[in-house]
């Protein structure tokens, strides 16, 4: 049986409210709804998300990451990186995604052992 796993990384997820002084990331959600579809309709048995899931980490972010991935929801793993941690912490992305921040598990007869680029709220300058 094989297994299929699909991987995303850097997606700076965010909201209108949620960028840089100068940034411009508008056009973000619609790309990643574009990848969350593609995405689903190959069908991966997990989704691993790997830093930089949303830009600053807040909730509004993590809210609407979740309403686009919703066909993946319980399917998903990830592992947090530096800008969930812009204006929150490591206890906020183990609450928002529902599992710890490190982890050594086994998926599909694979050892994995997921690792963060994350320095707990640092300072974003």
Same mark, same amino acid.
Do not use: C
């Given at each position: 049986?094989?297994?299929?796993? #699909?991987?995303?990384a ?14 411009d990331?508008?056009?973000?959600r619609s790309?990643v709804?574009?990848?969350? #579809?593609?995405?689903e309709a ?15 980490g807040?909730d509004e972010?993590y809210?609407?990451?979740h309403?686009?991935f919703?066909a993946?929801?319980?399917r998903?793993d990830?592992?947090?990186g ?10 906020d992305f183990?609450?928002q995604?529902s599992q ?5 598990d086994e998926?599909?007869r ?6 963060n680029? #994350? ?7």
């Amino acid at each position: 049986m094989s297994h299929r796993l #699909a991987i995303l990384a850097d997606l700076h997820f965010s909201t209108p409210e949620n960028q840089f002084p100068g940034q411009d990331l508008s056009y973000a959600r619609s790309i990643v709804e574009k990848a969350a #579809a593609m995405i689903e309709a190959d069908e991966p048995e997990r989704l691993l998300i790997v830093g930089d899931l949303t830009n600053f980490g807040t909730d509004e972010e993590y809210a609407a990451l979740h309403e686009v991935f919703a066909a993946f929801r319980g399917r998903i793993d990830a592992v947090a990186g530096n800008h969930e941690m812009v204006r929150a912490g490591l206890e906020d992305f183990e609450r928002q995604m529902s599992q710890p921040r490190a982890r050594r598990d086994e998926w599909a007869r694979l050892n994995r052992m997921l690792l963060n680029t #994350a320095i707990d709220r640092q300072d974003p300058h």
